[in-house]
């Protein structure tokens, strides 16, 4: 079993930044990679980011590219979803997960993880 803790959520006005972050216990992080996707009502869960093992494989949703930055610090066991410029449709409901890698690139689809977070509210709003 892997246990995943996300923080970091909260209230930011348009163009501002939140770093969410994603701590996991129970097995080795390092086997895993992590992605973060969300949810708003109404609307399927959908991918935002995924990072392999050590960070060098890397994908990110169309809608995110260039303004969400993914990381990861094994020695922390922690991963990290920097968001900088969000804008009002960024609001979701964040949630952090894990896949047993492969040795491909990361996965964007949400069947292929096996353990999830409990999810961190994004607010954007002025």
């Known amino acids: 079993q892997v246990q995943l803790v996300e923080s970091g959520g909260g209230l930011v006005q348009p163009g501002g930044s939140l770093r969410l972050s994603c701590t996991a216990s129970g097995r080795t992080f390092s086997n895993y990679y992590m992605g973060w996707f969300r949810h708003t009502p109404g609307k399927e869960r959908e991918f935002v980011a995924a990072?392999?093992?050590?960070?060098?494989?890397?994908s990110y949703a169309d809608s995110i590219k260039g303004r969400f930055t993914i990381s990861r610090d094994n020695a922390k066991n922690t991963v990290y979803l920097q968001m900088n410029s969000l804008k009002p449709e960024d609001a979701a409901v964040y949630y952090c997960a894990a896949q047993l890698g492969s040795g491909g690139p990361p996965s964007p689809r949400l069947y292929d993880y096996g353990y999830w977070g409990q999810g961190t509210q994004v607010t954007v709003s002025s």
């Open positions: 990072i392999s093992w050590s960070g060098g494989g890397i």
